[in-house]
């Protein structure tokens, strides 16, 4: 099987496109990856861009992706494809957050994903999934944090109770990162082709 390259120093965006791959190519993850500018208007033109240059940068195939969360009652004042960039750390993301939402009744949250291949420089596939809606804690619980994942740490789904992301079961979490189950569909489809 010949490799591909998880374009990604995110470990928990690694671990699941390791899975997306797997079956089709070898996952190679690059401790030293390259960080390269993130460029595009949207979640698929970032992840198609980055799958493209990284392709190109190391002379293979590479699988990308970016993703953000979209929320309604902060429409005009959060762009959610600075999602992870719109603050420099996890804490200053997630207090800045909050404090967006303060007195917000809807406290919906979007999120998608979007996912790109490229060999070469040249790009072969993408596509683009919705994740389940959750909504915004009104505080922060530090037990309720892991590195990479910093928005699910205030995210919590009223499907399940109302309880925090890091509360669910392993099951429940899978059915909220439903996109990533959408991504894998499509790319499987794609590589049947």
Request: charged share 30%; proline share 3%.
């Amino acid at each position: 099987m010949q490799q591909i390259l998880i374009a990604t120093k995110n470990p928990h965006k690694q671990k699941k496109l390791s899975e997306i791959v797997s079956g089709f190519y070898i996952p190679e993850i690059k401790k030293d990856l390259q960080s390269i500018e993130e460029k595009g208007n949207n979640f698929l033109e970032i992840a198609e861009n980055k799958a493209k240059e990284y392709s190109e940068i190391y002379n293979c195939l590479a699988i990308a992706t970016d993703g953000g969360a979209v929320i309604p009652a902060l429409k005009g004042k959060w762009d959610p494809v600075k999602t992870r960039r719109f603050a420099e750390t996890d804490k200053e993301r997630i207090a800045e957050l909050l404090k967006m939402m303060v007195g917000k009744e809807d406290r919906t949250e979007e999120w998608y994903e979007a996912l790109a291949v490229a060999d070469k420089g040249k790009l072969v596939f993408s596509t683009q999934a919705k994740a389940m809606d959750g909504t915004i804690d009104k505080i922060f619980n530090p037990k309720f944090y892991q590195k990479g994942i910093w928005l699910c740490s205030i995210t919590s789904f009223p499907q399940f109770g109302g309880r925090n992301f890091f509360e669910l079961t392993d099951e429940e979490k899978a059915a909220t990162e439903d996109s990533w189950d959408k991504l894998r569909k499509s790319f499987a489809q794609f590589m049947q082709k």
